[in-house]
Structures are given as C-alpha cells and as structure tokens.
C-alpha cells in the first residue's frame, strides 16, 4: 500500500533497492519518483515477487481492507522481508475509506502466528514530535522475525519491559475526535436554527443526518447528554429523546 510513494521516494534518495505495491486506484502520473518501481497489485490476494527485501513497510493500508483479508495481507509483507514497519488505524480514528480499524494487539497476533515478534521501537522516539502525523506517532510498531539477527539491535531500542503492543491513543487524535463532534454539533445547531420554523420533510434532511451522525459518536445520546455526564452535572439532560430515554430505565433500588 505505497499510495503515491512518498516513503520510497525518500529511501530512493539514499541509492535503496526499493519495489511498492499498490491497488489500480493510485494513478500513475501522481507517483513521486520513479514510476519504475511501482507495481499494480491487489492487496486483498496473496502476492510473492520472488524475492526478499529488508525492510517491508505497510503504513495506514490495512484499515482500507476487508478484515477477512487481514492475515493475507500480513502473510504477504513476512513473505518479502524479515523485518516489517507497520502501523494500521485503531478504532474510532476515522478515515477515508476505513472499513477495518483495529488495535495493535490484533495485528501483534496475526505477525505472532506467522513467526514474528512485536517490537515498540519508533513510538518513544517520535511521540512527542510534532512533525510526525499522530497516526504514526500512536501505531507504528516495528515487526521482526524471530530469531533473526535484528532482534536483539531492535530490543534494545524498544521500552523496556514491554511483553505486548501497547494500544495507545495519541492526544491529537483525541482532539481530532473532538474537533470533530463539536463542529457537527455546531452545524446541527445552525441547521435547527434555520428550519425550526418548517416541517418539509426535504428541508429538514440535514438536521437528520447530523443528529443520526452526533447520535453514532456518542453513543446513542446527544452530545449535550455526554458533556452533562462528564462534567458530573448528574445527567441532567435537556433533549427531549434524552429525557424520555432516562424514564423509561428503572431506577436503582
């Protein structure tokens, strides 16, 4: 999943024998670098190029497939190299296209049956770099097959006394997240604003969306309803479904 091959147009600078896959929905006039090591390919199938390299990256593509195509995909990038950078997008992180988001300890588990080990390598290094986009400052864990030499360099530089992946989730997604909700509650606010007045079922279809898509962030309770919950106000909600919804749960004895 090199998309247009910003990765390999950087280690092509450093003179690398170096070969990027990727699906027939990447043009080729958007490919950084040389076009010549690029190849269509889909990701879903199993692959071999006939040949082993030393580093294989596979960096936010595994959210952009099906989950049954999972361990495929993690066969195929073993298959090539004995040593794997790979990150992929953890639930709720949200994407274009992002039809499997799952944590690291899922992945750690399919490399684990194909023989390798997990090693949190890049994370202390780049976390706090602000440079570095934050889905590979939360997920890029570093793959090795067991037993081989790079092993015991890669376990020195990983923190210490890690025996799983640690499924983090970094402030700025967080705040993503965030961001996020509180624009869609913004909009569904102005939206209200302007059609309280109609009951045109057309007109009122974007208060719906966003209220289903507020709604689906959330939980199933307004947006308003969590922030009275997390600022400990009681759940002292003010959207009628809300209400409605906190009398028909039985009371604690």
Not at 115 to 143: H, I, K, N
Request: glycine fraction near 8%; hydrophobic fraction near 40%.
């Amino acid at each position: 999943g090199c998309g247009s091959g910003a990765w390999l147009a950087a280690a092509q600078a450093f003179d690398l024998n170096i070969s990027g896959l990727d699906g027939a929905v990447v043009p080729r006039e958007t490919l950084e670098g040389d076009a010549a090591w690029f190849r269509t390919a889909d990701l879903t199938k199993p692959l071999d190029l006939g040949r082993e390299f030393d580093l294989a990256l596979c960096l936010e593509v595994a959210a952009h497939l099906p989950a049954e195509s999972a361990a495929i995909l993690v066969d195929n990038t073993v298959r090539h190299a004995a040593a794997v950078l790979f990150s992929g997008a953890v639930p709720g992180q949200g994407g274009h296209d992002h039809i499997n988001e799952a944590w690291p300890d899922i992945w750690a588990e399919h490399f684990d049956r194909a023989g390798y080990d997990c090693l949190d390598v890049f994370r202390p290094m780049f976390w706090t770099d602000a440079s570095v986009e934050f889905w590979y400052r939360q997920s890029a864990l570093l793959f090795v097959r067991r037993g081989h030499a790079i092993e015991d360099l890669a376990r020195a530089a990983a923190w210490p006394e890690q025996t799983d992946p640690l499924p983090l989730v970094h402030p700025k997604a967080i705040q993503h997240c965030l961001d996020t909700v509180l624009r869609l509650e913004r909009e569904k606010q102005t939206a209200s604003d302007q059609i309280r007045k109609t009951k045109s079922w057309r007109l009122t279809a974007p208060l719906r969306w966003l209220d289903q898509r507020l709604r689906s962030l959330c939980g199933g309770l307004s947006f308003r309803a969590h922030l009275a919950i997390a600022c400990g106000r009681g759940g002292r909600f003010r959207c009628k479904e809300d209400r409605a919804a906190r009398k028909r749960t039985p009371r604690e004895s």
